[in-house]
C-alpha cells in the first residue's frame, strides 16, 4: 500500500542547541514538524526545502519558544509501573527516603521505627470514620533501613490501645512492593490457611510453632509474606478491597504528571497483569489514549498473568500457554495505538533487592549467610514456561537481581539459543543489580540487553554495606562495565522504586555517588560519560523496548518527542545536573510547559487509531 503525503501544516521549532541522538546529523538549531512527526531537522536554512516546496500547500509558522533552551530526545523510562507505582505512592506512606509528589503534597522520610509507629497511629485516627472490616493498607517499609523484616507481633502496641480506632486490620506493603507484612486481625479476617499459604507461596511464607492450650504443638503464620508468590497468598484480597476504580484512575494519572513535570515523554509499564490483569487491561487505555495525556507508554505483559487467564483444570498447560502467546502477539499487533503501544512478555528470576531477598551467590554469599528467594524454578522448568513466548518471536524482559539470579537467567537464554537460535531478539535483563565482568561477558555474547536500575547504588549502596561487603554493595548497577563491553543498555527508575526522574537517572550514572553523602563516590570506574547517560534514558531506552524507530532520537519520520531544559546538560558542573531546570516537553508536536494541567473528565476520546471512547 502507497504511503500517503503528510497534510497538516508544517511547525518549526527554533532552540538554540537541539541534541539529536541522530549519530549522522547530532546538533541542530531547527526541527520541522508536521502531524505530529519529524520532517526534518538542521537549520532555518536546511529547511528550506521542506518550507519552500510548492507541494507545502499548507504553509509553515516558525515557533521560537525555545530558541533560548535546549532540546532533546524526549525522555524515556523503560522499566516502571504506572499504576502500581501510583497505587504505592498514594497510600499513607512509612517510606524511608523523602518521596516527591506532584501536587506538593510530598513525603518526609521515616528515619525510625518509632517515627512509623506513630505514623500509622495518626493514620488510623484519621481513618476512625470508614468501616472497621476494611483493611488499611501503608507502603514503604524499609527493612534494611529499618533492621529487620515485620510480623505480626510488631502491630500488638495498636491492640493496648483502649480507642477502637486501632483495632483494625492493617497491612504493609513494604519499598519494593514484594513484602506484606499483617497483623492478627489481617490473618483472621483474611482466613489465609497456613497450609495452603506455603504451598503457595513457598519459602517467603514465614511461620512459626506454638504450643497450643491442649499441649499439642501447631504451625502458625507469623504475618511475614517475603516474595512475589507468599505476598499473593494476603494482598489480592486487601488491594481488591482497599484499591477501587477511582483510586486506581488517579493513582495512574498521579504517576503520569509526576513523569510528565521531570521531563518524561514516554514510560513504560513493565508487567501489566502485577495487579489485575482485566481491569489494567481497561485502565491502560482510559488513561494515555485519553487526547490530553501527556505522555506515551509502552506496555510489557506478565507472561503468568495471561497463561493464568486461559488456563483451566480442563485444559492441558501447553494449550493455555499457546493462547496466551497469542493473545500477547494480537495485542501488540492490532491493539496499540501511537499513544499506548504493547510490546513483548516479562518473568521474574529472582526475588528483590531492596529487602535483599535476591540470590545471591553461595560463595560468598550474604554476610549472615541468610538465602534468597527463587520466583522461578530453574532449569527445565523455567526452560519450558519461556520457550512459547521466545520461539514464537515475542520479545522477553526477565527480572534479574542478584548475581546467581544472573547465572540463572543467562542459562535460560542459552538453553533458549541452543533449541530455537534467535537473532536480533533483545532478550533484556532487568534491573541487572549485582553482577560481574563474567555476567556483562556472557550477556554480550548472548545478544542480550540490559535496563538498569541505576538507583540501587545511590539509594542502597552504603546501606547494603553490612550485608554484602562494601565492594559489592558499591558496585551495584554497573554501567560502566556494560558500556565497556558494548551491551546495549538503559537506565530506569522501577518506579515506585525511585520517582520517574530521567535527569536525576543521568546524574546518578555520571557522578555515581551516595544519597547518604553526596562528596562518596560509589565505584568511580562504574561511572559512564554523559553521552552515554543520556542514551540510556533516550535511543538505548526506546531501543530495549523495540520503539528506536519511532522515538529515542529526533529524526525524520519519528515522533516530535522533546525534552526541553534551560541549561546545557553538556555544559553544567557534573553535579548540577540534576539541578537543571525543566521547561517542559513537547509531544507529537504540542508544547506542554512544565505543571501541564489535564484531566480525565476532560474529553474522554482517545487517541488511538479508532477514536472510541475508552471504557473502565
Not at 29 to 42: F, P
Not at 517 to 533: C, F
Request: hydrophobic share 35%; aromatic share 8%.
Amino acid at each position: 500500500m502507497a504511503s500517503t503525503p503528510c497534510e497538516g501544516k508544517i511547525e518549526v521549532f527554533v532552540a538554540k542547541k537541539i541534541y539529536t541522538l541522530n549519530e549522522g546529523w547530532p546538533l541542530a538549531t531547527a526541527i520541522a514538524v508536521k502531524d505530529g512527526r519529524i520532517v526534518g531537522l538542521g537549520s532555518l536554512e536546511d529547511l528550506k526545502p521542506w518550507l519552500e516546496s510548492k507541494e507545502n500547500t499548507a504553509g509553515y509558522t516558525i515557533n521560537r519558544t525555545f530558541e533560548n533552551k535546549y532540546m532533546y530526545p524526549g525522555f524515556i523510562d523503560p522499566h516502571m509501573h504506572p499504576l502500581i507505582g501510583g497505587m504505592a505512592a498514594s497510600l499513607p506512606c512509612l517510606a524511608y527516603y523523602d518521596q516527591p509528589c506532584p501536587y506538593n503534597n510530598a513525603h518526609t522520610g521515616l528515619r525510625s521505627v518509632d517515627d512509623i509507629k506513630e505514623k500509622i497511629k495518626k493514620t488510623l485516627r484519621e481513618k476512625a470514620g470508614e468501616d472497621k472490616d476494611r483493611p488499611v493498607l501503608f507502603w514503604g517499609y524499609d527493612q534494611v533501613a529499618m533492621g529487620g523484616h515485620l510480623d505480626s507481633d510488631f502491630f500488638d502496641y495498636l491492640e493496648e490501645e483502649t480507642d477502637p480506632c486501632y483495632h483494625r486490620n492493617v497491612a504493609i506493603w513494604d519499598a519494593s512492593l514484594h513484602y506484606a507484612y499483617v497483623n492478627k486481625r489481617t490473618l483472621k479476617w483474611a482466613c489465609v490457611v497456613c497450609k495452603d499459604a506455603k504451598e503457595k507461596g513457598g519459602e517467603g511464607v514465614r511461620t512459626r510453632f506454638v504450643t497450643r492450650d491442649n499441649g499439642e504443638e501447631d504451625e502458625e503464620l507469623t504475618g511475614c509474606f517475603l516474595g512475589n508468590n507468599a505476598m499473593s497468598c494476603i494482598m489480592g484480597k486487601i488491594t481488591d478491597i482497599v484499591i477501587d476504580g477511582q483510586f486506581s484512575i488517579d493513582a495512574m494519572k498521579r504517576t503520569v504528571d509526576l513523569a510528565c513535570l521531570h521531563g518524561a515523554t514516554t514510560v513504560s509499564e513493565l508487567g501489566m497483569g502485577l495487579v489485575n490483569l482485566e481491569k489494567e487491561e481497561q485502565l491502560l487505555p482510559y488513561v494515555f489514549n485519553h487526547k490530553k495525556c501527556p505522555l506515551r507508554c509502552v506496555v510489557v505483559t506478565l507472561a503468568d498473568a495471561v497463561v493464568a487467564k486461559f488456563n483451566s483444570d480442563t485444559k492441558p498447560l501447553s494449550l493455555a500457554r499457546s493462547e496466551a502467546v497469542n493473545y500477547v502477539q494480537t495485542l501488540n499487533k492490532h491493539t496499540s495505538t501511537p499513544t499506548l503501544q504493547y510490546n513483548g512478555c516479562k518473568f521474574f528470576t529472582d526475588d528483590a533487592f531492596v529487602g535483599l531477598t535476591m540470590q545471591m551467590c553461595c560463595c560468598p554469599g550474604y554476610i549472615d549467610g541468610h538465602k534468597g528467594i527463587w520466583l522461578a524454578e530453574r532449569g527445565i522448568p523455567y526452560f519450558e514456561r519461556v520457550l512459547p513466548w521466545w520461539k514464537a518471536g515475542v520479545q522477553i524482559h526477565v527480572h534479574s537481581n542478584g548475581d546467581e539470579g544472573q547465572n540463572a537467567t543467562l542459562e535460560l537464554l542459552q538453553d533458549l539459543q541452543n533449541e530455537a537460535p534467535r537473532f536480533d531478539h533483545r532478550f533484556t535483563f532487568e534491573h541487572y543489580g549485582m553482577s560481574t565482568v563474567a555476567h556483562a561477558r556472557r550477556v554480550k555474547a548472548l545478544g542480550a540487553c540490559a535496563s538498569v536500575n541505576i538507583y540501587y547504588p545511590y539509594l542502597r549502596g552504603e546501606l547494603n554495606e553490612a550485608h554484602l561487603g562494601t565492594d559489592r554493595s558499591h558496585m551495584a548497577s554497573r554501567l560502566g562495565t556494560l558500556v565497556r563491553h558494548g551491551i546495549p543498555t538503559a537506565v530506569h527508575t522501577d518506579t515506585p522504586i525511585a520517582p520517574p526522574n530521567p535527569l536525576e537517572e543521568i546524574w546518578v550514572a555520571v557522578n555515581r555517588v551516595s544519597a547518604k553523602d553526596l562528596t562518596k563516590v560509589l565505584a568511580p570506574e562504574e561511572r559512564i560519560s554523559r553521552l552515554a547517560a543520556l542514551k540510556m534514558v533516550t535511543i538505548d531506552a526506546a531501543y530495549v523496548l523495540q520503539k528506536d524507530h519511532l522515538l529515542g532520537s529526533l529524526e525524520a519520520g519519528k515522533y516530535a518527542d522533546f525534552t526541553i531544559l534551560e541549561d546545557d546538560l553538556f555544559e553544567v558542573p557534573e553535579m548540577k545536573i540534576r539541578d537543571i531546570e525543566i521547561w517542559g516537553t513537547v509531544m507529537g508536536g504540542v508544547p506542554m510547559k512544565r505543571g501541564y494541567k489535564w484531566s480525565l473528565d476532560d474529553g474522554k476520546k482517545t487517541g488511538g487509531n479508532d477514536d472510541k471512547e475508552a471504557k473502565l
